[in-house]
């Protein structure tokens, strides 16, 4: 993998620093973006699984 050099910004240059960034070749925005898609589709599965399993709540309430 070839190195790529942040931007002179000091706040991009400390998180490429903490993080790898240029050694795995990836930037900023590439993650913010992956981290937003994760926490939507998190978000989505928390919601829609109990909403799937509603109406099996009252066949399990029978035989409580």
């Known amino acids: 993998m070839k190195n790529?050099?942040?931007k002179n910004?000091?706040?991009l240059s400390a998180i490429d620093?903490?993080?790898k960034l240029s050694y795995?070749?990836?930037t900023v925005s590439t993650e913010i973006t992956?981290?937003?898609t994760t926490?939507?589709?998190m978000a989505y599965?928390?919601?829609v699984q109990p909403l799937?399993?509603?109406p099996l709540v009252p066949f399990f309430l029978f035989f409580y």
């Open 17 to 19: 620093s903490y993080f």
């Open 39 to 41: 926490f939507m589709t």
């Open 24 to 26: 795995y070749n990836t």
């Open 9 to 11: 910004n000091s706040v």
């Open 4 to 6: 790529i050099k942040p």
């Open 52 to 54: 799937f399993f509603l």
């Open 34 to 36: 992956a981290g937003i």
């Open 45 to 47: 599965i928390l919601i």
